[in-house]
Nanobody, 120 residues
Framework: QVQLVESGGGLVQAGGSLRLSCAASGSIFSINAMGWYRQAPGEQRELVANIISGSSTNYADSVKGRFTISRDNAKNTVYLQMNSLKPEDTAVYYC??????????????WGQGTQVTVSS
């Protein structure tokens, strides 16, 4: 089993910053990609950013230049630094990880989500 635990969400004023963390633990042989998604009320879950094992990154157009994704492979942890936050960034943020377990199979795991609220 693999668990992803997120932290760092909260309430912040527009223009402020937050840093999200997501730590993976359990039967992990290796992790390929890790990423952050978000879901606002009444909306579909959307990709915010992801990072591949070789440090290649992808960002949604709406967050480019404001958010930065990074990972610490030794800690199986992914981070999302969010700057210049806007009210439209308000959502539940979920991390995911494409994990290769010791059985050598790949599976996608999700965290439980952390609320980010940006006030105007």
């Amino acid at each position: 089993q693999v668990q992803l635990v997120e932290s760092g969400g909260g309430l912040v004023q527009a223009g402020g910053s937050l840093r999200l963390s997501c730590a993976a633990s359990g039967s992990i042989f290796s992790i390929n990609a890790m990423g952050w998604y978000r879901q606002a009320p009444g909306e579909q879950r959307e990709l915010v950013a992801n990072i591949i094992s070789g440090s290649s990154t992808n960002y949604a157009d709406s967050v480019k230049g404001r958010f930065t994704i990074s990972r610490d492979n030794a800690k199986n942890t992914v981070y999302l630094q969010m700057n210049s936050l806007k009210p439209e960034d308000t959502a539940v943020y979920y991390c995911n990880a494409e994990v290769r377990t010791y059985s050598r199979s790949y599976s996608l795991y999700w965290g439980q989500g952390t609320q980010v609220t940006v006030s105007s």
